[in-house]
């Protein structure tokens, strides 16, 4: 004899409004963390560019014949250029006392443990940031202390921030809208399977279990009925299925390179032209994948041992021919040749693996836009300079400027593997080691990357 099941509801109705509200919630969540996240990340940077500003006006203060001299460099007002001119403000105090700048622009009270101090506030009606920080001058038996407030607008981050924020609200209207079609589709399909799972138990009958008292949704009312004299083994072949797949998670860990020869292998034996197809832009993906994380990782590397720069004495040219013998066998792969020029020997201080990974970045560079049968040059002089030249089409006029900055890629770089971060690696290479990097083109054609140092 069976009982009839409470009945509580439906199934479906209660899965769809736990995955759309779950995704409401996820994407509200996302929103807000990735908004203030940049935030912090932007104002951060903006107080690190105030910070050194503030430093090289501090720097520059002596005393001569017992008076205070300021000679605030060109710098340190330059690093604080951005894309919406933000306005800068100064003040420097004596012992107190003002003597130069904007009056107006008044001193914070540093924290105890710090000689720095960062606030947020209103000058002349702008809504600005403003750091304030002093040091102490002795000459000539005299002890004095100079304080300097520098302090900028916020335009550029509020821009930026508003920008952020229309890319995180469409992300998460994205994710939203994904996760709610998915959750239709989810529902109908796990009703139907447990509609196929009824039929199949209620076939083999509830003949020794008590019955399931407690309410359940509408759609599981006849399941329950079959459920019954099931429940102890199904439970039990859940919980070995659930170990069973938390071993197989553990163990299958495949690494993008397995997966690229195994794709490669594939592609040689496969015939039908969409399959060849498809297993090409399975590697292609695989191949901008291992490149994007490869050079992230290179650039975070860089961008850490940028502010912690070490100095060590090498010679140029034989740290670059070391990098240019391990890169020959993957030039040669791609029918180019390598040739280095210059000098014999050029003395540099620097730190040699950031310089390598620079020049390295200059070379991949080359070696994608470079003809068949076409040689990239490698000059080194005793600037010191490192230039790489190709016989490629070259960088367009107009794009000189941008392509350095992050994510950056060329009109002509269509179709080609990469990741619009590896000139950026080479400029933050040169201005860490107080250079820079110059895009030309060689006027026999080709593009030509100059790392002076």
């Not at 990340?41 to 050194?52: K, P, R, S, Y």
């Not at 003040?91 to 000689?115: N, W």
Request: hydrophobic share 40%.
């Amino acid at each position: 004899m069976t009982t009839n099941p409470n009945v509580s509801g439906s199934l479906r109705n209660r899965l769809v409004l736990t995955l759309i509200g779950g995704a409401a919630v996820l994407a509200v969540l996302l929103f807000f963390a990735v908004r203030n996240y940049a935030a912090q990340v932007a104002q951060q940077g903006q107080d690190n560019i105030l910070e050194a500003s503030v430093t090289s006006i501090l720097d520059a203060a002596a005393l001569r014949d017992g008076v205070l001299e300021v000679d605030i460099p060109y710098a340190a007002f330059s690093m604080l250029t951005t894309p919406t001119d933000d306005r800068v403000f100064y003040a420097i105090y004596q012992d107190g006392v003002f003597l130069s700048g904007y009056e107006d622009l008044r001193l914070a009270a540093a924290p105890a443990q710090s000689d720095w101090s960062f606030t947020s506030g209103e000058l002349r009606g702008e809504r600005i940031r403003q750091v304030s920080a002093s040091r102490t001058l002795v000459g000539l038996g005299r002890q004095t202390e100079i304080e300097v407030v520098l302090g900028q607008t916020q335009d550029a981050l509020s821009r930026t921030l508003d920008q952020i924020s229309r890319n995180a609200a469409f992300l998460g209207l994205g994710f939203f809208l994904l996760t709610a079609a998915l959750s239709f589709w989810i529902t109908s399909t796990t009703i139907g399977q447990l509609n196929k799972l009824t039929t199949s138990v209620t076939r083999r009958g509830p003949q020794d279990l008590s019955p399931f008292k407690k309410p359940v949704p509408r759609e599981m009312a006849p399941l329950v009925m079959s459920l019954n004299s099931l429940m102890g083994r199904l439970d039990q072949s859940l919980s070995q299925s659930e170990d069973f797949i938390a071993e197989a998670a553990h163990r299958v860990r495949t690494p993008l390179a397995t997966v690229r020869s195994y794709a490669e292998a594939t592609l040689h034996r496969v015939e039908r032209k969409e399959n060849r197809e498809a297993l090409r832009a399975m590697v292609r993906a695989i191949d901008e994948s291992s490149r994007a994380a490869g050079q992230l990782l290179d650039h975070a590397m860089i961008t850490f041992r940028a502010d912690h720069l070490v100095r060590e004495d090498v010679d140029l040219v034989e740290l670059i021919r070391d990098l240019v013998q391990r890169l020959t066998p993957i030039a040669e792969m791609k029918e180019l040749s390598l040739s280095m020029t210059g000098d014999p020997t050029v003395p540099y201080s620097g730190d040699p693996i950031l310089i390598q990974n620079a020049v390295r970045n200059m070379i991949d560079n080359a070696l994608k836009y470079a003809p068949l049968d076409s040689t990239v040059e490698i000059e080194i002089n005793g600037k010191p300079e490192i230039k790489v030249s190709d016989s490629g089409p070259g960088f367009l006029p107009e794009e000189v400027e941008t392509l350095t900055r992050r994510f950056e890629r060329g009109k002509n770089a269509a179709g080609t593997i990469g990741s619009g971060l590896g000139l950026t690696i080479a400029q933050d290479v040169a201005i860490a080691h107080g250079g820079t990097l110059v895009l030309t083109n060689q006027p026999s054609g080709g593009a030509c990357v100059i790392l002076s140092l």
